[in-house]
């Protein structure tokens, strides 16, 4: 982005950051010296206009999105105080669909964690990704009844399915309606992935109840964490060249040389000395859309 170019993006964003409910930036300030978590954060509410994705999940943002709201019959949003529950219209209705489905899986409902904010971008804390709208974490628990009070969707913890060593799956806890609700989730089109911890991919692996097409394996990847929830992301939407796609996984179920990876010291061995931290990402780095959409 050149000079002239971010000038005209800072005058945007002074403009119009009211209309989103963001605070406006010093004046004069470069975006490439602004922190993207800064400005994204601030957004109160969504930003008008046509749904788009703009960039990818871990550097991008999105227009028009919609918030999931704070009940429905099958679902409750966690830590709405958060006001991390907009997303694509799309990725909302897969989340209000999968919820839907909880009931004839052997589940009440649902309970929902963080979507994205009201128009995506980096976060301060929590997520690297979840920045374009096209992500959604679902609960491994089921909804309570009576219903979580608003206090307690505020405090009540996350609960890990793995044994207190961590070595294992703590199979009292991560039982079939869990199994049936991300293999759900992963048969569903539109989604493009789903992360698991290993030690719940290869139950999956092994689950009798699997069925003859196993196909929707594949999407289910195992990476860090992710043994109390599991993180749904859905495909760029047909025809939105402004959305980039993640690469697919590779070829197969997922439960070969690959999971074994996950089950070796490489993957949590420490970075080497003198690998440089990340630094955060800036307006700048996101797609020129990014701060354009301050315009309203």
Known sequence: MGL????????????????????????????HTIPAADIFAGVARP?????????????????????????????QVMRPSRNRYYAHPRTVAT???????APSLGLRGILVGDLSQPAGGPMPWGHASHQSGLDADIWFADMPEPRLTAEERETIEMQSMLTPDGKALDTTRFTAPFARLVAAAAKMDQVQRIFVHPQIKLALCQWDGVGDDRSWLRKVRPWYGHYEHFHMRLFCPAGMTTCREQNPPPPGDGCGADLEYWFTPAPYAPAPKGTKKRRPLTVADLPAACARIFGG
Do not use: Y
């Open 4 to 31: 002239q170019n971010l000038c005209s993006a800072i005058a945007i964003l002074l403009m119009s950051a009211v209309s989103v409910g963001a605070q406006p930036i010093p004046a004069g300030k470069p975006l």
């Open 47 to 75: 930003v008008g206009g046509p749904a788009a994705v703009h960039g990818t999940t871990s550097r991008g943002c999105f227009t028009g999105g919609v918030a999931l709201a704070d009940e429905g019959a099958t679902w």
């Open 95 to 101: 989340v209000e669909r999968l919820a839907a489905l």
